[in-house]
């Protein structure tokens, strides 16, 4: 049996990548990995919550009010980020507007975090797996002042670590510093992530497409060519892939890095950007896939060089396996 190697240990031992290394992002993402497994704990206890001890909005037996898991994850890693003393803001998915930190020590800090706190909103009541996903940012403001809007507005290639947890069969942090991707598995019987999947790449290729094809008469043209591609057995594997699609982004994305596949949820008619936010979905999660050897588009260009606009702009997203990415955009063209 090999040593087990926790997060904590792995962060410090990498801490040396970084030059001008000052531990601050280190602590950073070690207050993620926290927060992450109190969110862990209540996703566990969520069916719970719902049929036994009240459902959410309701008020439980002790008398207090139930709040919606995905309310209770952002206030917790708000929390982390607001105590830890490294980042001067924040921007959630959850929130309208982004959050600038006022206390003296956060106004120091040195990064801003953008996050979707617990992504797969559909299936947090119906009992299937869930994420949180995260992007963080050197601050581009003076240090000492307030986070500003500047600061969240970076285009994706300016990430310095991005990451999701994904709170499945069981609970895993997966996250880049730039330097490769890493997993780690929460032990819950001593409550540590341990690196289990280290150095992941994505395969090449894979035969598993992932997308609502409830919507597929209202894409791109493009789309259907690709779709019908995927059922052929003219294409690459010949014979058809398997359609998988969790409509939890964190879940489908990690299986696809793991086995090789694509993501795509594009634009239609009625949605022409898609669904997925760039700033708290796309963004992370295409660091992520390009680290690991993948490739993250809008079916025409890079996500990563995109200059966000707004806070919540949503765009066509298509990421996983390079082949398999760049073979649906030659179908888009
Ligand atoms: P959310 O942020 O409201 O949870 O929406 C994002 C989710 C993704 O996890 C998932 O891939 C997609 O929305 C599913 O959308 P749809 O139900 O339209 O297929
Ligand atoms: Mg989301």
Do not use: W
């Not at 936010?277 to 992520?288: K, M």
């Amino acid at each position: 049996m090999s040593k087990v190697v926790t997060l904590n240990e792995f962060i410090l031992d990498r801490q040396a990548e970084f030059p001008f290394a000052s531990g601050e992002l280190s602590r950073l993402l070690s207050d993620i990995a926290v927060a992450a497994k109190i969110v862990s704990r209540d996703v566990r206890k969520a069916g719970l919550v719902d049929h036994i001890l009240g459902a959410h909005g309701n008020t439980n037996v002790q008398g207090e009010e139930q709040q919606k898991l995905d309310v209770v994850a952002d206030e917790q890693f708000i929390k982390a980020f607001e105590n830890g003393g490294e980042v001067c803001g924040i921007a959630s998915e959850e929130n309208d507007d982004y959050v600038a930190f006022t206390s003296e020590a956060a106004k120091k800090g040195k990064y801003v975090v953008l996050f979707d706190p617990l992504d797969g909103s559909s299936n947090i009541d119906v009992n299937v797996s869930i994420g949180t996903i995260f992007s963080i940012y050197r601050r581009t403001s003076d240090l000492g002042s307030e986070a500003t809007l500047e600061d969240m507005l970076q285009a994706g290639d300016k990430q310095i670590a991005a990451g999701y947890v994904l709170y499945g069969s069981s609970t895993m942090l997966v996250y880049t510093t730039g330097c490769g991707v890493n997993g780690f598995t929460l032990d819950p019987s001593i409550g540590e992530f341990c690196l289990s999947h280290p150095n992941m790449k994505m395969p090449e290729t894979g035969r598993i497409y992932a997308m609502n094809e409830g919507n597929i008469d209202i894409c791109n043209p493009g789309i259907k060519d690709y779709v019908k591609y995927c059922q052929s057995f003219e294409n690459d594997k010949g014979a058809p892939y398997s359609g998988r699609y969790i409509g939890s982004l964190v879940a489908d994305f990690h299986r696809n890095m793991i086995k090789g596949g694509i993501y795509i949820y594009p634009g239609t008619t009625t949605s022409p950007e898609g669904k997925l936010r760039l700033l708290y979905e796309c963004n992370p999660l295409a660091f992520i896939a390009e680290q690991a050897g993948g490739l993250a588009t809008t079916g025409f260009d890079r996500i990563l060089t995109i200059k966000p606009e707004r806070l919540h702009q949503r765009v066509p997203f298509f990421v996983g396996s390079k082949k398999m990415v760049e073979k649906a955009m030659s179908l888009m063209q």
